[in-house]
């Protein structure tokens, strides 16, 4: 069999039956956090703009505009709320995958439930199904493949949404099998985008991608079932020759499944998770010593080379950019000793106080780059003071990304009504969390969208 086929085979066999508490409790835990994200996400200038573009288009739908009135078709809704869920570069993470899984997956997944009916099983089956096609495809590419320039979240994620999508509506192995070389035709976003609002432009393309990709399949739609090892194919044209492995794609397929160990990473901060531990680190640092930004002579941090080559950007021109920004990240975790959504709208990036420590801010590659294999999430942060003084700490990942140790309940719930907060009518946000983890005695996945519903700007749009 084709690696499309092979796939398919796994992906119809997944049954919510035969999956471990775990799994379902992960997949509670990443539904919760990626509605949060894609809500507040939803009254960013980049996903307002891209949603007026569909919505012009799509006057009515079934699917539901999370944080708003509007409903609008699957394809669009998952646009949408897909790229919402990642606009603010606060969604969840998965190493194996090296981007985003849930933002995209879950975008399109909850939109095409809301049109067939689809039971919280349903759902969260689908959900796990899709994480474990596009994390698995990962460590068969990765990580030469983003290193190269890729974008994991959207150029592998299709592959995750065209999975979960055809898991929801029942496919068979053939139909599942085309619906992924579909897909493989619909991989892109390229790594010179980030820190724009085309970064989570790309997540909204894959999940609509994803999602088409299914229903052409339904509707007998035709492509090549080896659109992975063709001459001319995904890991030939995107990786080159011997640098893909398609038996490490299938040698650990749920075994175990990847939503379990390494996970899906929820993050703390609202910025790339390339900047993660080392804003763990300078708000440990900060605390602990009551540092004061007046008082620093320099700040020298460094963090695997992968992470720094897209992150060492010393004078960011945009909130979005500066989400990006290690400097910018670090100078507001010690000014602030936290970082909050706020740190990225309007100048934020341009505050005076900011900008001056930025320019004390050094940043390099880490020595230990080339001899850690197995994780490269780590930060270390040496702050030297006026006075001499030398403060130094080092973190090897963030809070709530060691593998098999996902981030606890508390925390998870915390930063949901956070976000939920801004968008949603109080009594609506505690009933959201207790059926998200109640989905899988839920009929309808109806029961926690209609909780999602709130007027604003954006439902009141065309």
């Known amino acids: 069999m084709t690696l499309a086929e092979e796939l398919a085979q796994r992906i119809v066999s997944l049954r919510f039956d035969e999956l471990p508490v775990e799994a379902v409790a992960a997949a509670k835990a990443g539904l919760l956090d990626t509605l949060g994200v894609a809500l507040v996400g939803q009254n960013e200038d980049a996903t307002r703009t891209a949603a007026s573009l569909l919505l012009a288009e ?66 969260l089956a689908a959900y796990i199904a899709g994480v474990e096609t596009a994390a698995k495809i990962g460590r068969g590419v990765n990580d030469y493949h983003y290193e190269h320039g890729w974008h994991p979240t959207s150029t ?7 999975a979960a999508c055809t898991h929801l509506l029942g496919l068979t192995r053939e139909e599942t099998a085309i619906a992924l070389a579909i ?44 659109a992975f090892e063709h001459k001319q194919g995904f890991l030939r044209v995107y990786n080159g020759a011997g640098n893909f492995s398609t038996a490490r794609v299938l040698e650990q397929w749920a075994q175990p499944l990847d939503i379990v160990m390494p996970g899906i990473q929820v993050k703390q901060h609202p910025c790339c998770l390339s900047v993660q531990s080392a804003v763990d680190a300078m708000i ?40 990006l920004s290690l400097q910018y990240c670090l100078a507001r975790a010690l000014i602030d000793k936290q970082i909050a959504l706020e740190d990225f709208k309007g100048d934020a990036h341009r505050e005076p106080s900011v900008c001056d420590l930025m320019k004390r801010i050094q940043v390099r590659a880490h020595p230990d780059s080339d001899k850690s294999e ?73 029961a926690i969208t209609n909780q999602l519903s709130a007027p604003s700007a954006l439902a009141l749009a065309g």
Do not use: W
């Open 156 to 162: 592998l994620g299709v592959f995750g949404v065209a």
């Open 284 to 323: 440990a640092l900060a605390r602990d010593h009551d540092l004061n930004a007046s008082e620093v002579a320099r700040v020298d941090a460094a963090t695997h080379r992968r992470r720094l080559e897209h992150t060492d950007r010393p004078a960011p021109d945009s909130g979005i950019d500066a989400m």
């Open 58 to 123: 799509a006057k009515h739908g079934p699917s539901l505009i999370f944080g708003t009135t509007r409903r609008a078709s699957p394809l669009a809704a998952a646009f949408i709320n897909g790229m919402a869920a990642n606009v603010l570069d606060f969604d969840d993470c998965n190493a194996s995958l090296g981007g985003h899984p849930s933002a995209p997956i879950l975008g399109a997944v909850v939109a095409l439930a809301e049109q067939v009916g689809a039971s919280g099983r349903q759902v």
């Open 374 to 446: 197995d994780n490269d999430f780590f930060a270390e942060i040496a702050v030297t003071m006026r006075d001499g003084a030398e403060h130094r700490i080092r973190i090897d990942r963030p809070v709530g990304h060691e593998p098999g140790q996902p981030l606890p309940l508390p925390l998870l719930k915390a930063k949901f009504r956070a976000c939920a907060s801004r968008v949603l009518p109080l009594e609506n946000i505690g009933s959201v969390i207790d059926l998200v983890f109640q989905c899988d005695r839920l009929d309808s996945i109806h």
């Open 183 to 226: 897909a493989a035709s619909h991989a892109s976003g390229i790594k010179a985008n980030f820190g724009t609002a085309t970064k989570s432009l790309h997540i909204g393309n894959c999940a609509r991608s994803g999602m088409m990709a299914a229903l052409l399949a339904r509707q007998g739609f035709t492509a090549a079932v080896d």
